[in-house]
């Protein structure tokens, strides 16, 4: 029989579907060994299968359509180092098939749509991140992916992002108020892109009092709010980089924003202008970007800002399982 573990770190990484989760695990991938890591879809906890969603009219974000009972269970059993029976989903046929055996690992990731929804599995999480996607890029990607790559027309990209809209905005975006870090994906006011479609300004907003986090900032004071403006010859001329503070959702916060588009190979420049970041070693944010330069956002803040959150995610990690002092965001 298998021993027990002592101390299970949850994590739950929320936000509408194509908002770049599935990125974002790809790249925690980077940073943590298989043997430590298990990721599981909050979709196999579907209580209706798709052919009873389309008879019903109930959507998947609509918590209906899900068991919470189920995945409050399974997600405590998990924290406290139990193995599960899990349900399935099956995408391909959109039904759900027979459990599988889940035997915990030090850390268990939860992502999906509902992560946060239920206080119950929100309360069990020792770190919760929301991805919100801004409706003009949630467009302008969907479009993107669907019209390229599966074939959809405009139309039918344009049908199905309303037709999810009323359910996103009732069960999906609400969720943002209970996380920890919000990557936030806005359009930019800079000039379109040769290809016509919007430069972007990522923001990583980090609310304070989060045990395990000392939140990164700008240079070497975290005091005052600050942009730099660096002049890299392969990137946007108004490449900006800025930190600042802010009130999210009643909650103190802090942010960083990169408006624009960089180089990979600039990243290291970025990086060495940051403080807290989580890091083991000099240049391992930008290491670990250039590692994979093919994943979607590593030109631009989207990327950059999903190394840093798991360079954070780590730092709690080793914070939770190896008994390093707990702290409360203070800035440093």
């Not at 990484?13 to 430590?36: A, H, N």
């Not at 919470?68 to 098939?97: R, V």
């Not at 975006?173 to 379109?192: F, G, M, R, T, W």
Request: charged letters at 25%; hydrophobic letters at 35%.
């Amino acid at each position: 029989m298998a021993s027990k573990l002592n101390r299970v770190v949850l994590i739950g990484v929320g936000g509408d579907s194509g908002c770049g989760k599935s990125t974002f695990l790809k790249r925690l991938r980077d940073l943590f060994s298989s043997d430590l890591i298990t990721s599981i879809c909050l979709d196999d906890y579907h209580s209706l299968d798709r052919k009873q969603r389309k008879e019903t009219g109930i959507t998947a974000l609509d918590p209906r359509a899900n068991n919470f009972d189920l995945m409050a269970e399974q997600a405590a059993a998990l924290k406290a180092g139990e193995t599960i029976l899990k349900p399935i989903y099956n995408h391909e046929t959109g039904k759900i098939d027979p459990p599988e055996t889940i035997s915990p690992t030090p850390i268990i990731i939860l992502e999906g749509l509902h992560p946060f929804y239920d206080e119950r599995v929100r309360n069990l999480l020792d770190f919760k991140v929301y991805f919100d996607l801004s409706d003009p890029i949630k467009i302008q990607w969907k479009i993107q992916r669907d019209m390229a790559e599966r074939g959809h027309s405009y139309d039918d990209v344009i049908r199905a992002i309303e037709s999810r809209r009323p359910d996103f905005s009732a069960y999906i975006d609400p969720q943002k108020e209970h996380a920890d870090v919000v990557l936030e994906i806005l359009p930019s006011e800079l000039p379109l892109k040769s290809d016509g479609t919007k430069r972007i300004m990522a923001r990583m907003v980090q609310v304070e009092g989060i045990p395990n986090y000392q939140p990164a900032h700008l240079f070497d004071s975290a005091i005052s709010d600050v942009c730099w403006r660096p002049k890299f010859p392969n990137s946007d001329d108004e490449l900006t980089f800025c930190y600042g503070t802010q009130i999210y959702h009643g909650r103190p916060a802090s942010y960083l924003s990169i408006e624009g588009e960089f180089a990979p190979d600039d990243s290291p420049h970025l990086e060495e202008k940051l403080r807290n970041t989580g890091e083991t070693k000099y240049g391992e944010l930008a290491s670990l970007i250039l590692k994979h330069t093919d994943y979607p956002g590593s030109r631009d803040g989207t990327g950059f800002f999903q190394v840093l959150t798991g360079l954070k995610l780590r730092s709690i990690y080793e914070a939770i399982a190896f008994g390093a002092p707990t702290l409360t965001g203070a800035k440093a």
